[in-house]
């Protein structure tokens, strides 16, 4: 499987600020994937990050707020903007592998106060 | 649309104990079935998965059983551990979409 790191792996923000978080792979995948887990609750799919082109977000979730970035086949980012305490929580960046399982990097912990 | 349903939890257990965590879907195409696990402060790791009717996964000791006739996937353990306190996700996803849906999760808490 896939090592995957994140940076930061958690911060504490302002409300209204903006935050960048980046996923690195260490080795070459089409498809990378962020999701959110706010406390206590299941994971959701923001949007697939997709190497030369926009991502693709899911119902909920706007390029305006999440912007990603895939530069290249083992980086992506997913900047959280404008942030609220409801932005709290955990993301995570995953990768698909072997008969598309998915491998999760170790998350990032927001708190927005 | 395709969903996964869990077991409330938490399950609170003693050690050595048998484990059971339910979980059933729904989905229209052939889903890979998997079980993530998240210890606390971590992120999710892969525990197990079966990709078709009847494969059974295994890892450390749990084991899942890909049953189509009663589209389920649950997990079992013949002897828990404290080590084993986490919150255990189910979830699935279609051949060729490669989008996870995850149920809520189940937290299992042992002890000793």
């Known amino acids: 499987s896939a090592v995957i790191s994140q940076k930061p792996s958690r911060d504490i923000c302002q409300r209204g600020t903006s935050l960048t978080i980046q996923c690195q792979v260490d080795?070459?995948?089409?498809?990378m994937f962020w999701y959110r887990q706010q406390p206590g609750q299941s994971l959701t799919l923001i949007a697939t990050?997709?190497?030369?082109?926009?991502?693709?977000?899911e119902s909920g979730f706007v390029i305006d707020k999440f912007p990603i970035s895939r530069p290249n086949l083992t980086f992506s980012t997913l900047t959280v903007s404008n942030m609220s305490p409801e932005d709290s929580s955990i993301y995570l960046c995953?990768?698909?592998?072997?008969?598309?399982?998915?491998?999760f990097g170790p998350g990032t912990r927001l708190l927005v106060l | 649309g395709d969903s996964v349903t869990q077991m409330e939890g938490p399950v609170t257990l003693s050690e050595e104990a048998f484990l059971t965590i339910n979980c059933t879907y729904t989905a229209t195409g052939y889903p890979s079935l998997f079980w993530y696990v998240q210890y606390p402060g971590e992120g999710l790791q892969l525990l197990l998965k079966?990709?078709?009717?009847?494969d059974k996964g295994s890892n450390k000791g749990f084991e899942a059983t890909y049953r189509k006739e009663t589209t389920s996937f649950h997990l079992e353990k013949g002897s828990v551990q404290v080590s084993d306190s986490a919150v255990y996700f189910c979830a699935l996803t279609i051949t060729g979409f490669q989008k996870l849906v995850f149920g809520t999760g189940t937290r299992l808490l042992v002890s000793p």
């Open positions: 990050a997709n190497q030369g082109s926009e991502a693709t977000y």
């Open positions: 080795s070459q995948v089409t498809m």
């Open positions: 079966a990709t078709k009717a009847d």
């Open positions: 995953s990768v698909t592998g072997f008969e598309e399982t998915q491998y």
